[in-house]
T-cell receptor
Framework: SQKIEQNSEALNIQEGKTATLTCNYT??????LQWYRQDPGRGPVFLLL?????KEKRKERLKVTFDTTLKQSLFHITASQPADSATYLC??????????FGAGTILRVKS | DAGVTQSPTHLIKTRGQQVTLRCSPK?????VSWYQQALGQGPQFIFQ???????QRGNFPDRFSGHQFPNYSSELNVNALLLGDSALYLC?????????????????FGAGTRLSVL
């Protein structure tokens, strides 16, 4: 069955450093990989999408890489700020709209 | 431009009862998907509605049913509630149904309905 794994433990980093979150998957061939941010008690907010034929995507302080050989995506937040503290969800999509989510990684940025 | 809106925000029910959750999609969107998110877990796909029909369904029992109206809004119904149904229920909207498979077909989520079953 499809399996998506994200860092199970919370990631604690110092303000100004780069946060790197990992998403690994098995038994799946996604056409798109998406990253969402979720704050407590709120719905996920879309951040970035990367296609299967793309290696890297950037948006402001965010960068996503996608390696279909390793079946892995890395999500980077540079110059992190306390306001970046949240849960980050990795989601995969083949065709159609059905998203398959990982459990998420909690990021805590300390000032 | 209003985003995805869900109601109610919170709901408390007892085992065996039935519940209806509502969702209005983002302006310009015609496809609604429902997800269940248990505490500490990622959202799990329940089903998707497009053109007033259920188009895709996840691994959820028939107690979970839905409806989509001509104005694209949607309802999620859960019958015979179990304690394990306690979760955050999320609605996501997009456009084009299953045919809308392009990269620009992003799903936008509402804030969710927190359901507690006692």
């Amino acid at each position: 069955s499809q399996k998506i794994e994200q860092n199970s433990e919370a990631l604690n980093i110092q303000e100004g450093k780069t946060a790197t979150l990992t998403c690994n998957y098995t038994n799946y061939s996604p056409a798109y990989l998406q990253w969402y941010r979720q704050d407590p008690g709120r719905g996920p907010v879309f951040l970035l999408l990367i296609r299967e034929n793309e290696k890297e995507k950037r948006k402001e302080r965010l960068k996503v890489t996608f390696d279909t050989t390793l079946k892995q995506s890395l999500f980077h937040i540079t110059a992190s700020q306390p306001a970046d503290s949240a849960t980050y969800l990795c989601a995969l999509r083949r065709y159609g709209n059905k998203l398959v989510f990982g459990a998420g990684t909690i990021l805590r940025v300390k000032s | 431009d209003a985003g995805v809106t869900q109601s109610p925000t919170h709901l408390i029910k007892t085992r065996g009862q039935q519940v209806t959750l509502r969702c209005s999609p983002k302006s310009g969107h015609d496809t609604v998907s429902w997800y269940q998110q248990a505490l500490g877990q990622g959202p799990q796909f329940i089903f998707q509605y497009y053109e007033e029909e259920e188009r895709q369904r996840g691994n959820f029992p028939d107690r979970f049913s839905g409806h989509q109206f001509p104005n694209y809004s949607s309802e999620l119904n859960v019958n015979a509630l179990l304690l394990g149904d306690s979760a955050l229920y999320l609605c996501a909207s997009s456009s084009g149904g299953l045919a809308g498979v392009g990269a620009k077909n992003i799903q936008y989520f509402g804030a969710g309905t927190r359901l507690s079953v006692l």
